[in-house]
């Protein structure tokens, strides 16, 4: 079937935006993961894996996720108009980070986020 965007007439906040995709296209190809094996230490003969998710595949993954940040954090999910909670995301790139990312942005929290690619502990 043809792929048609949501409506830029009614601008929706990111969570619904989200939500409305999932809900309306709960089969459609949401994500795609590339896992290229010589990015990860492994041999470069390895084969490169590619994962396909749906949107209902993905929202089980990023609601959960919301229930560990809530849990982890005492922060509740935000309302429009309350006040901001702001948290900081710092994580090796990769499909956990995006799931964490989207879980808080649906939380409504602000997110100030950093990748750990080529990141080295100094000792």
């Known amino acids: 079937s043809h792929f048609m965007p949501p409506s ?13 995709a999932a809900r309306l296209h709960p089969s459609r190809e949401a994500v795609l993961i590339l896992k290229c094996p010589a990015s990860f230490g492994e041999s470069v003969d390895d084969e490169v894996l590619l994962t396909s ?5 993905l929202m089980v993954d990023v609601k959960h996720r919301m229930g560990d940040l809530v849990q982890g954090t005492g922060q509740p ?3 429009i108009g309350e006040t901001p909670i702001n948290v900081g995301l710092l994580a090796q790139s990769g499909y956990d980070y995006f799931v964490t990312l989207a879980a808080a942005l649906m939380l409504r929290w602000t997110v ?10 100094l000792s």
Do not use: Y
Request: aromatic share 12%.
């Open 112 to 121: 100030s986020f950093s990748s750990l690619i080529g990141f080295q502990v």
């Open 77 to 79: 999910a935000r309302r």
């Open 8 to 20: 830029l007439e009614t601008v929706l906040p990111f969570p619904e935006l989200i939500s409305q």
């Open 53 to 57: 998710l749906t949107w209902s595949q």
